[in-house]
């Protein structure tokens, strides 16, 4: 015998559906931006230079910034280039043993006037990134602009205000050396992007099946 109000029965099922699932997913993106938010990573910032590379490690917790050390790698400014390039590789290795490093950022390159100084600046880069590499650890890479960017709030501000600036995120009892100041900016500003970029990271999985269909995810 037919059920009376079958219709209507499956016509209110059809609308609780899309709500419950709905629901589960705002569950689910919650719990996972939680998780992210509250995760402890140690992130290593580079500030590559043939003659000197800065460095500097942060923790992050949440919105917390914790001041956990810095310096810089010299190589020195004669002598052939392999060797030099090697000190950087190998003083980086050391750290990241040192300090073990949830993940790593660095400075690009930018185009400088003279093409020689860009060139030896960018093979430096190239040491520092195949070190961290080696060590098994995510990159991220961003401009100067943008670390500027994210330590002091415009992108044209000059070193001292980044040291500063630096100096005051970090409650430093001092203000760090231009190097060092620079590669903390770097780990900085990832640690402003860090959230973002991981639950991207940890939602790709499950967005891979979707596609798109009358501007709706199905």
């Not at 079958?6 to 709500?19: D, E, K, M, Q």
């Not at 400088?112 to 040491?127: K, W, Y």
């Amino acid at each position: 015998m037919r059920q009376p109000h079958s219709t209507l029965n499956n016509f209110g099922n059809c609308l609780w559906a899309p709500a419950f699932a709905r629901a589960m997913w705002f569950i689910f993106c919650t719990k996972l931006c939680l998780s992210v938010y509250h995760s402890v990573m140690i992130i290593l910032g580079i500030d590559p230079g043939l003659r000197t590379t800065g460095f500097g490690l942060i923790e992050k917790q949440g919105n917390k910034l914790r001041y956990i050390a810095s310096g810089t790698i010299k190589t020195g400014s004669e002598g052939e280039l392999p060797p030099r390039l090697k000190v950087i590789l190998n003083g980086i290795g050391e750290v990241v043993r040192t300090y073990q490093p949830t993940c790593a950022a660095i400075e690009k390159v930018f185009v400088n006037v003279n093409p020689q100084s860009t060139l030896l600046l960018g093979q430096a880069r190239g040491a520092a990134i195949t070190a961290l590499v080696h060590n098994e650890l995510s990159v991220a890479e961003y401009t100067a602009l943008q670390v500027k960017q994210a330590v002091t709030g415009h992108g044209k501000a000059a070193k001292e205000q980044v040291q500063e600036m630096v100096a005051r995120l970090l409650v430093l009892p001092g203000l760090p050396g231009t190097d060092a100041a620079d590669a903390l900016g770097v780990a900085i500003c990832h640690a402003n992007s860090v959230d973002a970029l991981a639950l991207i990271g940890a939602l790709a999985p499950s967005l891979s099946g979707l596609r798109m269909k009358r501007g709706r995810l199905v």
